[in-house]
């Protein structure tokens, strides 16, 4: 099992700058993709970015590319999400994920954090 645990939400206005952090523990072994998907009022749960653990590529959904920047720290085994140039649309609860396939849909997602509220106001 793998736990994952975000923090780092909050309210904040259009321009402004938030980072998301989610730090995993248990078998991280199974956790080799690390993505954040994010879920808006009345919407789906859509994908915003993901990292594969070993080597760092990342992957960026097209409306947050050149915004957002997910970035990790092996000896903190931690994810971030960097959000910078907020807008009111990215208004979400967002979410870290962890399974071993990298995808943009949540199935091969096994693990998930509880979610983080991210409001942007104009």
């Known amino acids: 099992q793998v736990q994952l645990v975000e923090s780092g939400g909050g309210s904040v206005q259009a321009g402004d700058s938030l980072r998301l952090a989610c730090a995993a523990s248990g078998r991280t072994s199974v956790a080799s993709v690390r993505a954040w998907f994010r879920r808006a009022p009345g919407k789906e749960r859509e994908f915003v970015a993901a990292?594969?653990?070993?080597?760092?590529?990342?992957y960026y959904a097209d409306s947050v590319k050149g915004r957002f920047t997910i970035s990790r720290d092996n000896a903190k085994n931690t994810v971030y999400l960097q959000m910078n140039s907020l807008k009111s649309e990215d208004t979400a609860v967002y979410y870290c994920?962890?399974?071993?396939?990298?995808?943009?849909?949540?199935?091969?997602?096994?693990?998930w954090g509880q979610g983080t509220q991210v409001t942007v106001s104009s």
């Open positions: 994920a962890a399974g071993l396939i990298l995808s943009h849909s949540e199935s091969p997602y096994n693990y």
């Open positions: 990292i594969i653990w070993s080597g760092g590529t990342t």
